[in-house]
């Protein structure tokens, strides 16, 4: 069975600092997202990194796929209030079926 | 708003019932997906449909059963109801189903069973 871990589950930070959170897994993804999803509704789309080593960047977020394509990385700079949420990160494997993680709960401090 | 609406928003029922969810994806898109989301499994993929046919299935259990619609809409039935069906269902649809395509999700239903 293919699992995507994540971590931290939980962090707690004060605004404007920077934080990073990360996606492992121990299969090969042919890509993999990252979401965001606030309470009471459903996850939004942030980014899709498909090439090994891809860089996206989205106004202070930054994500990473990792070179073997079996992890990623989301780093937030200067962390504002309007960030938290709950970051799920999903790889599609070579059957284009979509695996969750478990996501980080993010939660920022004014 | 992302465009897919999902019906009812909360439900409430009791063990070994049955019960049907409802989604109407967004206009213009083919596919639908169906998701669970409970604190210990998180965001599980259950089935996805294409045009009215089943493309791909995930970890639907047998009691669960979904279809498409010829107007595009989905429902996801869920019989012989356990306490560990509690849990938040998501509908989310995209325009052909591709493995790149962005998926837009629903506000879900909450599924409470006593």
């Known amino acids: 069975t ?15 600092e920077n934080l990073t959170v990360y996606c492992n897994s121990s299969s090969v993804f042919s890509s993999l997202q990252w979401y965001r999803q606030e309470p009471g509704e459903g996850p939004v789309l942030l980014v899709t990194v498909v090439t090994g080593g891809e860089v996206k ?37 070579r059957d284009d079926k979509i695996i969750f993680g478990k996501g980080t709960r993010l939660h920022i401090l004014p | 708003d992302s465009g897919v609406t999902q019906t009812p928003k909360h439900l409430i029922t009791a063990t070994g019932q ?4 409802r989604c109407s994806p967004r206009s213009g898109d ?8 409970s604190l210990d499994q998180g965001l599980q993929f259950l089935i996805q449909y294409y045009n009215g046919e089943e493309r791909a299935k995930g970890n639907i259990l047998e009691r669960f059963s979904a279809q498409q619609f010829p107007d595009l809409h989905s429902e996801l039935n869920l019989s012989s109801l356990e ?12 325009s052909r189903g591709g493995r790149f395509e962005t998926q837009y999700f629903g506000p879900g239903t909450r599924l409470l069973v006593l």
């Open chain 2, 18 to 21: 049955r019960v049907t969810l």
């Open chain 1, 57 to 93: 960047k989205l106004k202070r977020l930054t994500f990473q796929f990792g070179d073997a394509r079996k992890d990623s990385s989301l780093h937030i700079t200067a962390a504002q209030t309007g960030d938290t949420g709950l970051y799920l990160c999903a790889g599609v494997n």
């Open chain 2, 83 to 94: 306490l560990g069906d509690s849990a938040l269902y998501f509908c989310a649809s995209s």
């Open chain 1, 2 to 16: 293919q699992l995507l871990e994540q971590s931290p589950q939980f962090l707690s930070i004060q605004e404007g």
């Open chain 2, 30 to 37: 083919l596919s639908v997906y169906w998701y669970q989301q």
